[in-house]
C-alpha cells in the first residue's frame, strides 16, 4: 500500500537507477559518460556562438557556476583581493557568463547564515554602503574582459544551514515547516511566520537593486538543493496549512515579483532549480522507514516543477539552470568522479522541450535559455549537447577552479592544453565544509590568484635540481621549477610517472583522474622535447647517485608505503594490497569471495570496481565507526548507495583478529547504535564539530566469520620518510626537500600544493 503512494518520474528514476552502473554498456554518445579530453567537434562553432538574456548579449555559451566564495571577502562582507582575482582569472580565461556563490540576504531572519560576534563566512550586498565599493570593482573588472557576471542571492540556508546557532545564538534554525536539521536530525528547525518570510522577500528585491546599482549585469535565484528558497517552493519541506505561502509556489514566485519591480523589465533575472529533489526514486521504501527523510516523501514532481518553471517566467524570470536533487542526496547537485559526463542533459532537455512545446517566451518576447548543468568540462560533451539542441548553454564549475582559461584553451583547439577536474571535491567543497574557501586540488593557484602571480617569475640563480618520485607532487614541482629556467632531472622508479594516481585511475568510474594522468604526461613529454626537462624512467635511486649528480637542491616527493597487518594466520589466506590489484587485477585469479580491509577511499573504490566490473562477492571491514572518514560527502555518499544497491557488504565497527584457511576471524560490534555504514541522507560532522545529541556507540561485541578466496588491503599508507633522512644525513645536496605524501601522507591537494609552491620559491 506504501508504494502506491510513493510518487517516481520515470526519467528521474531511469537516471538514477543508472547512475551507479552507466559505464557496464557501451555509450549510445561517442564523447558522454567516460568522457576524454578530445577535440573530434573542434571547431566549438555552438560553444563560442553569441545568445541573448533578457537584452542582453553574452559573447559565448559558457557560465562559470556558483562556485562558492566562502571565507573570500572581509570580514564586513565586502568583496576583497581574494575574491576579486578569483573572478578575474575566469574572465580573462574567456567564459561569457560568470556568477557568484551564495549571498544571503536574510541576515537576521535566518540564524544560520550569521555566526556568533555577527559575522558571516559569505560576502554581503545587504550589510551597509560600505560594500558596495567591493561589489563594483568586482563588476568593473569582470567586464574589462568582455564578460558579463551575475551576483547569486539566497533566501536562506533553512535546514542545511549549521545547527550550531542553536549552541552558539540560542537560536533554532528555521525552515519552511518543522523539518529536522540536515547536519544534526536530532535539532528540529522552526517554520518561519509569513511576517519573516515576507520581510526575506522585501530583502530579495533590495538585494537586487543593490546589484543592479553595482553595474553587475544580473541577479541569480538560489533555488534548489534544498536551501531555503527550495524548502518554501517544495511540497516536501513546505507542508504548511494556512497563510499565503501555504501556496508552495507563492514564495518563489512573489521574490520575483519584488526583484522585478525593484530593477525593470530589462535586468536579467537567472533562477537556479532541482527538476526533482530524486528522494523517492534515490532511496524508495526507505523514505518511510528513515525518521529524517520521512517527510519529504511529496517533492515537487516533474510535471509540477515546470509548471512552476512557467510561473516564473509569467513573474519575470528570464534564465533557468536544471538539475536534480538535493543534500540529502549529495552527490546529485554535486556529481563526485563516479557519475558520467553530461549527467543532466535529459534534465535540461525536459525543460527546454516542455518551454517550446508551449510556446513559452519571457516577459520581453525572446526564448528562455535552459543552462545545463553535470560534468561538462569535456569541450566534445558540451558541444554536442548544444549542437543537439539539449540546452542553450553549459554552466562549468569545477572545471573553470582546475583550468581557469578552459575557455580560451577549448575556442583555440589546445584541449589537451585543459587541465582537467578530477571530480575529487577534496579542496573546492570539502575545503570550506572543513572551515577554509574554495580551492583546486590540481590547480594550486586557485583562491590565491592575488598571491601567486599567472606566470613564474624566472630564478635568479638557476640551480640543478633532482627530483626524486614521479607522483603529483614531484611532476608539478619537476614541471613549475623548470618553467624558471632550473635544470631539473626527475627520478621514477617505475615505468611511468603518476604515482599513486595510477592505480587510482584504473575503475572506470576513475575516468576523470585517468584524464589528468593523461594531461601530467602530455606535459611532461613537452616539457622533455622542449629540453627543460629529464626523466629517468626505472631508476632506482641511493645516496651515492644524488652526490654523484651535485645537485644544487633534491626534491623527496616518494609518496607512501603500504600499509600492512602482522595478523596470526596470514600465511594460511591469499593477500593483495589493493593498489598492487588495481594495477595487476590478473592478481585476482578464480577468487569468488573477496574481503576488503580498510573502508576508506581506496577499499571502498577497490570494492566497487571489484563489484560492478569483476562480479565479484564483496565484503568491506572499517574498524572505525565511519566508512570513508574526511570523504567529500558527495563522493562518499555516491559509493556508499551504489554498494548498497550493488550488494557489497559493508561492515564497520569491525576489527580483523586472525584468520584460518579460507576465512578471517572478525570481532564485530553489535551494540544498538553502531551507524549504519549505508546512511548517505546524514553528513559526517567536521572533526572539530561536537553532536552532543549523538547517542554513545555501546561495546556489544561477537566474533563472526567470514568466507574470503582473497584479502585485500587497503588500509592507507603510512609516509615514506626514510630516504629523505638517509640523504638528509649523507649531505647529498646543500638543499634537501621533502614534500607530498612522504612529508605527511595525505592528499592529491596538498601533494599539488607542496610541489607548485616550493617550485615557486627555490
Request: include cysteine.
Amino acid at each position: 500500500m506504501a508504494e502506491q503512494t510513493l510518487h517516481r518520474d520515470p526519467l528521474v528514476q531511469d537516471l538514477i537507477d543508472s547512475f551507479g552502473n552507466w559505464f557496464l554498456e557501451e555509450s549510445k554518445e561517442p564523447c558522454e559518460r567516460a568522457a576524454e579530453m578530445t577535440k573530434d567537434l573542434y571547431p566549438y562553432d555552438k560553444l563560442f556562438s553569441p545568445i541573448r538574456i533578457n537584452r542582453m548579449n553574452v559573447k559565448n555559451r559558457i557560465v562559470m557556476a556558483p562556485m562558492g566564495n566562502i571565507s573570500m571577502a572581509e570580514e564586513t562582507g565586502r568583496p576583497n583581493d581574494k575574491m576579486l582575482e578569483y573572478f578575474f582569472a575566469r574572465a580573462k580565461g574567456g567564459v561569457g557568463l560568470l556568477t557568484t556563490g551564495l549571498i544571503p540576504v536574510s541576515h537576521g531572519v535566518d540564524p544560520t547564515v550569521t555566526e556568533k560576534d555577527k559575522l558571516t563566512y559569505f560576502p554581503r550586498i545587504d550589510r551597509t554602503r560600505t560594500v558596495l565599493a567591493g561589489w563594483r570593482d568586482l563588476a568593473q573588472g569582470v567586464h574589462a574582459y568582455g564578460s558579463k557576471i551575475f551576483v547569486q542571492l539566497t533566501a536562506g540556508l533553512g535546514r542545511v544551514g549549521n545547527p550550531q546557532c542553536l549552541i552558539e545564538q540560542y537560536k533554532f534554525p528555521v525552515s519552511a515547516s518543522l523539518n529536522p536539521n540536515f547536519y544534526m536530525p536530532q535539532i528540529p528547525c522552526l517554520p518561519l511566520t509569513d511576517f519573516q518570510l515576507n520581510k526575506i522577500v522585501k530583502n530579495m528585491g533590495q538585494g537586487a537593486a543593490d546589484a543592479k546599482h553595482c553595474l553587475l549585469d544580473g541577479v541569480y535565484l538560489h533555488g534548489h538543493e534544498g536551501y531555503l528558497l527550495d524548502q518554501l517552493t517544495s511540497p516536501a519541506f513546505n507542508r504548511r496549512k494556512i497563510g499565503k505561502y501555504a501556496d508552495w509556489q507563492r514564495f518563489g514566485v512573489e521574490i520575483v515579483k519584488e526583484i522585478r519591480r525593484r530593477v525593470g523589465p530589462y535586468y536579467p533575472i537567472m533562477y537556479r532549480i532541482d527538476l526533482s529533489l530524486a528522494l523517492n526514486e534515490t532511496y524508495g521504501e526507505k523514505m518511510f522507514s528513515t525518521s529524517s527523510l520521512s517527510k519529504f516523501t511529496n517533492g515537487r514532481t516533474v510535471e509540477e516543477t515546470l509548471d512552476y518553471m512557467a510561473n516564473l517566467v509569467k513573474a519575470g524570470v528570464d534564465i533557468f539552470d536544471v538539475d536534480l536533487g538535493c543534500y540529502d542526496n549529495w552527490w546529485l547537485p554535486h556529481p563526485p568522479a563516479g557519475m558520467p559526463a553530461g549527467c543532466f542533459i535529459d534534465i535540461a532537455q525536459a525543460a527546454k522541450n516542455y518551454f517550446k512545446e508551449n510556446d513559452i517566451v519571457s516577459n520581453v518576447g525572446v526564448e528562455v535559455p535552459i543552462v545545463a548543468v553535470g560534468k561538462l568540462g569535456y569541450p566534445d560533451v558540451a558541444e554536442k549537447a548544444l549542437r543537439d539542441g539539449k540546452c542553450d548553454m553549459v554552466m562549468l564549475g569545477r572545471p573553470l577552479l582546475c583550468d581557469p582559461d578552459w575557455a580560451n584553451k577549448a575556442y583555440r583547439g589546445e584541449v589537451e592544453k585543459i587541465r582537467p577536474c578530477i571530480g575529487c571535491q577534496e579542496a573546492c567543497i570539502n575545503e570550506f565544509v572543513e572551515g577554509g574557501h574554495p580551492q583546486c586540488a590540481v590547480n594550486p593557484r586557485t583562491g590565491f590568484e592575488h598571491l601567486i602571480p599567472e606566470l613564474p617569475e624566472p630564478a635568479k640563480k638557476k640551480k640543478r635540481i633532482g627530483v626524486v618520485g614521479g607522483g603529483p607532487a614531484g611532476v608539478v614541482f619537476a614541471l613549475e621549477a623548470s618553467k624558471r629556467g632550473h635544470r631539473v632531472e626527475l627520478f621514477e622508479k617505475t615505468q611511468s610517472i603518476g604515482g599513486r594516481i595510477v592505480p587510482g585511475s584504473v575503475p572506470k568510474i576513475k575516468f576523470d583522474i585517468k584524464n589528468y594522468l593523461q594531461y601530467l604526461k602530455n606535459e611532461v613529454d613537452a616539457a622533455v622535447e622542449e629540453k627543460r626537462l629529464v626523466v629517468h624512467y626505472e631508476t632506482e635511486v641511493d645516496n651515492e647517485l644524488l652526490k654523484e649528480k651535485q645537485f644544487d637542491a633534491v626534491v623527496f616527493a616518494i609518496g607512501t608505503k603500504d600499509t600492512d597487518i602482522p595478523i596470526p594466520g596470514k600465511e594460511l589466506v591469499r593477500t593483495v594490497q589493493a593498489t598492487e590489484l588495481l594495477v595487476n587485477p590478473g592478481l585476482l585469479n578464480d577468487a569468488e569471495k573477496v574481503l576488503v580491509v580498510g573502508g576508506g577511499v581506496v577499499g571502498c573504490e577497490t570494492a566497487y570496481w571489484l563489484k560492478y566490473e569483476h562480479d565479484k562477492d564483496v565484503t568491506v571491514i572499517e574498524m572505525l565507526p565511519e566508512v570513508m572518514l574526511g570523504v567529500c560527502t558527495a563522493n562518499r555518499g555516491h559509493l556508499l548507495h551504489y554498494m548498497e544497491k550493488g550488494g557489497v557488504k559493508l561492515y564497520n565497527c569491525t576489527r580483523l583478529t586472525s584468520f584460518i584457511k579460507g576465512n578471517a576471524l572478525v570481532e564485530r560490534n553489535i551494540s544498538k547504535n553502531v551507524p549504519d555504514p549505508y546512511d548517505t541522507w546524514t553528513p559526517l560532522l567536521p572533526e572539530n564539530v561536537e553532536n552532543p545529541l549523538a547517542k554513545k556507540v555501546g561495546s556489544d561485541t561477537r566474533q563472526e566469520v567470514i568466507e574470503a578466496d582473497l584479502i585485500v588491503l587497503a588500509m592507507g599508507g603510512k609516509a615514506n620518510e626514510e630516504p629523505f633522512f638517509r640523504a638528509l644525513k649523507a649531505n647529498v645536496a646543500p638543499e634537501i626537500y621533502n614534500i607530498g605524501d612522504s612529508f605527511e601522507g595525505k592528499k592529491v591537494h596538498e601533494a599539488t600544493k607542496a610541489g607548485f609552491r616550493l617550485a615557486r620559491s627555490i
